[in-house]
């Protein structure tokens, strides 16, 4: 409703914001108050829009603003603030002509509504993608057999054999995400610091083996997903052990998927025939520190 004297407060609940329109004779009394004696909120907002010919004020501010709060109820949202008049001293100090006053204002927005069937593809980031940043994501790492269409049965390998690794990360309804391996280390216990131990992935992801006059140990390009990252390591077993067990630990992390690949999120291979380091995805440049065994702090 329009503001007048009958009802001196009106509010404008939008879609991101409160949009709070004061009548200056706030008591119908005739008598203006000052725009300078009204604020909005805990944080005593001034008003956006006022002047001293005008006999209207207004007031803008977004739901969290102002020290508003926010109510959840079975039904809705309520965003509550407050109008705050505060008089300024009359001439005389002795003396009071008006009281002040406090006026409650709510905006409430139902949780839930009507949609249609036709798909509407947001600009913003739902909530649930907030919620799953905030939460752990779940990853993963499995062994594939050898034309990756399913995780391999046996953790058996023969020397000679290709290890098909498979690391993924689930992103739910997460905005899109680039995964990719930081390094992998060999150990001959479950104790990932245990002695010996060989990083066969090291500095932010450069495989090392893949370098090694023997082995072919390579990333696999392109990937079948940005979520998904599969690389290929010959077998190996560590030299005078006769337990002949290889416990495998690799550090996965991921990117946000439009952002450019650099050298602390990479996927480097080293090609035999040119000699050089090739990323998945990303310029040349970001491997180059592969060689130089410095890559900067993950």
């Known amino acids: ?20 329109t004061v009548h200056r004779d706030l008591f119908g009394t005739g008598r203006l108050v000052r725009a300078t004696e009204l604020t909005l909120g805990l944080a005593a907002c001034p008003p956006v829009v006022w002047s001293t010919a005008e006999t209207v ?11 508003s709060t926010l109510r959840v109820t079975p039904d809705a949202l309520v965003y509550s603030t407050s109008l705050n008049y505060k008089p300024a001293p009359a001439g005389n100090p002795v003396i009071v002509r008006t009281s002040p006053a406090v006026v409650p204002i709510e905006c409430h927005y139902p949780r839930r ?16 993608s907030t919620l799953s940043s905030e939460e752990k994501l779940p990853f ?20 000679g054999e290709i ?8 992103t739910k309804n997460h905005v899109p995400l680039r995964l990719f391996v930081d390094n992998c280390v060999a150990t001959p216990t479950p104790d990932r610091s245990s002695s010996p131990q ?30 998904v990252l599969q690389f ?44 050089l380091w090739s990323p998945v995805e990303g310029t040349w440049d970001i491997c180059s520190c592969c060689e130089m065994r410095s890559c900067g702090l993950p």
């Not at 949609?115 to 649930?128: C, D, E, L, R, Y």
């Open 198 to 227: 060989y990083a066969f992935i090291d500095f932010s992801g450069c495989l090392l083996d893949g370098q090694l006059d023997d082995a072919t140990s390579t990333f696999i390009s392109p990937r079948p997903k940005q979520e």
């Open 113 to 128: 509504d009507n949609v249609s069937s036709n798909g509407i593809k947001p600009t913003w980031a739902p909530f649930s």
């Open 57 to 67: 004020v207004t007031f803008i501010a977004g739901l969290h603003e102002c020290g």
């Open 232 to 275: 290929a390591v010959d077998a190996f077993k560590f030299a005078g052990d006769s337990s002949n067990l290889v416990y495998i630990t690799c550090h996965l992390k991921v990117s946000l998927a439009d952002q450019a690949p650099d050298a602390l999120n990479k996927a480097c291979s080293f090609n035999k025939a040119s000699n």
């Open 163 to 170: 290890l098909h690794f498979q690391a993924a990360v689930n």
């Open 1 to 20: 409703r329009a503001a007048a004297p009958l009802h001196p407060v009106a509010v404008q609940c939008q879609e991101a914001q409160m949009v709070v």
């Open 140 to 159: 993963s790492l499995h062994l594939m057999n050898d034309d990756w269409s399913a995780e391999r049965a046996s953790t058996v390998f023969q020397l």
